[in-house]
């Protein structure tokens, strides 16, 4: 027989209710990061002069940390994006932005020509005050850790615990809320001298100083340090190596090629070798470039030679895993100012070299841009010096065979 079914309106049960007991069902993969709780903690208004030169703490890199998402509409079936739970959920300060009104002009110029294609639309954003330069001293407590919308790296917000000046600087990867970073532009400390003894020693200064988030000129970089956000020029804010998980290698000082030549100068003149020749103008000119100079090595292979004077912030650029990120939809790229990318062979005749025809051909025709320029690397791009000499080496290979009889 059935049972009669129970009126549950009024009855007190003993649990609690369902909703409250079954867990809500989640629609992304969570995997969190291991960090070390007292990092956690809001930065405190007091600050300990103790802990001024105290390196940061340490923390584990977990690797590539991505969050999926269970497909409950096709736009977030393929949408991965990187996990950092540690930064600010709320708004930027007000007083260190301004709304980004008449900059983005659709890829125009000023006559209202369309000179970079795909660009145009996008979200309302705020443009964020970035202090490159960092020419405040003293040390500075990171409040938060905050995303950027016009750029692939992470912000932090930042109080000097002399003017308690709030300013926004790019976060180098593994900064966290409650860390101290100092800059060094405007020179070295004098606790810091008194605790050298009044001397600079390259070691001790190294130690105290080229930890991560600092800001020191290239100069004081130990050799082999990986920096971020490097200037070009003296007095001027950095320009290289500014974007998400970017950074550029140390590999030589001029002030230790130049200690290297004169001891050597000094064996060779001990041993009694040929009394050496005066420097030239141009010899003369390039020992002192050197010297003036600090050779790095950005992720490109390219080699750089950058004036001492100029800064750099000890570190790798926040963000590593930003390239890892795939949008889910074409929507996405229209809230980031990226219009569609049509293909020429797509297009009516009219509107580009391979376009027309019936169906997909594009009539015999050589890769052209929409201008007609030649393009994907053919004989018309390759530059002239390339394309004679291939003909002299085609030339020369037919004579061959033909005074061996192969013709």
Request: charged share 25%.
């Amino acid at each position: 027989m059935l049972q009669t079914r129970l009126a549950l309106t009024g009855l007190r049960l003993p649990f609690r209710s369902l909703s409250s007991v079954v867990s809500s069902r989640a629609y992304s993969t969570v995997i969190r990061e291991q960090e070390n709780p007292s990092t956690d903690e809001p930065a405190s208004s007091t600050f300990d002069p103790s802990i001024a030169f105290a390196p940061p703490p340490t923390r584990d890199d977990a690797g590539i940390l991505l969050r999926s998402y269970t497909p409950r509409t096709p736009g977030i079936r393929h949408l991965r994006r990187p996990i950092n739970d540690h930064l600010w959920k709320g708004r930027p300060v007000q007083k260190l932005t301004f709304p980004k009104r008449g900059q983005a002009k659709g890829g125009r110029n000023n006559s209202g020509r369309v000179t970079v294609r795909h660009r145009g639309g996008g979200h309302k954003r705020r443009i964020r005050m970035v202090d490159f330069a960092r020419a405040a001293p003293g040390p500075h407590v990171v409040e938060r850790i905050e995303h950027d919308p016009g750029r692939s790296a992470h912000i932090a917000l930042v109080r000097s615990q002399e003017t308690k000046k709030l300013s926004y600087i790019l976060a180098a990867e593994g900064m966290r809320a409650g860390d101290v970073v100092h800059s060094y532009m405007s020179g070295i400390p004098e606790e810091l001298w008194k605790s050298m003894g009044g001397t600079v020693d390259p070691g001790v200064l190294a130690a105290r100083t080229a930890w991560r988030g600092n800001c020191l000129p290239l100069h004081m970089m130990p050799v082999g340090t990986l920096v971020f956000n490097v200037g070009l020029r003296p007095g001027q804010g950095g320009q290289l190596c500014r974007s998400a998980g970017t950074f550029a290698t140390v590999i030589a000082k001029g002030i230790d090629i130049k200690a290297k030549r004169d001891h050597s100068d000094g064996q060779e003149g001990e041993a009694g070798a040929v009394e050496q020749k005066p420097l030239t103008q141009r010899e003369r000119q390039r020992k002192e470039r050197i010297s003036q100079h600090v050779t790095i090595r950005l992720q490109s292979g390219e080699v750089r030679l950058i004036h001492k004077d100029c800064c750099a912030t000890v570190g790798v650029a926040s963000n590593p895993n930003h390239q890892y990120r795939q949008l889910g939809k074409a929507g996405r790229s229209r809230w980031l100012n990226i219009r569609p990318t049509v293909r020429g062979l797509a297009m009516n005749a009219a509107e580009h070299p391979h376009g027309g025809g019936r169906g997909k051909s594009k009539g015999n025709v050589d890769p052209k841009s929409p201008w007609g320029m030649p393009a994907k690397s053919g004989y018309k791009t390759r530059p002239k010096w390339k394309i004679n000499k291939a003909v002299v080496h085609a030339r020369e290979r037919n004579q061959g065979k033909r005074r061996r009889g192969y013709h």
